[in-house]
């Protein structure tokens, strides 16, 4: 056979073509980017949140026990909110960026030199 094209018969009698293609490639890119777009969710699990967040999910659970983070339990399982999520970090990444005003501070006097007896 030439090429990578090869024909393949299903057990309905109709036959496929299939192969390494430019039209295979648009296929699985767009199966790709399908599955990918529908993998961030609003609502998320410990285990997608984590990911979302690229820490562990045993981290992500300590810092959802601590209050640390935003999540809420529905039923006996920790949920995360996307967008308050995106807000947490904002928030985070934010706080450091503050300037503290600045402090008036006193030079400091001299102390008097004794005399020399």
Not at 6 to 13: A, E, P, T, V
Not at 35 to 57: F, H, K, N, P, W
Request: proline share 4%; aromatic share 6%; hydrophobic share 35%.
């Amino acid at each position: 056979m030439a090429g990578s094209i090869r024909k393949k018969i299903s057990s309905s009698g109709s036959s496929a073509v299939s192969g390494n293609g430019p039209r295979a490639n648009q296929r699985r890119a767009a199966l790709t980017l399908s599955t990918a777009t529908a993998t961030v969710r609003e609502v998320m699990d410990i285990r997608q949140a984590a990911d979302y967040l690229g820490i562990s999910s045993d981290s992500l659970y300590k810092y959802a026990s601590e209050g640390l983070i935003p999540a809420f339990k529905l039923g006996n399982r920790w949920r995360f909110k996307r967008s308050l999520l995106d807000h947490w970090m904002e928030l985070q990444s934010s706080h450091g960026l503050e300037v503290a005003p600045e402090k008036s501070v006193k030079p400091r006097q001299k102390k008097p030199v004794g005399r020399a007896n």
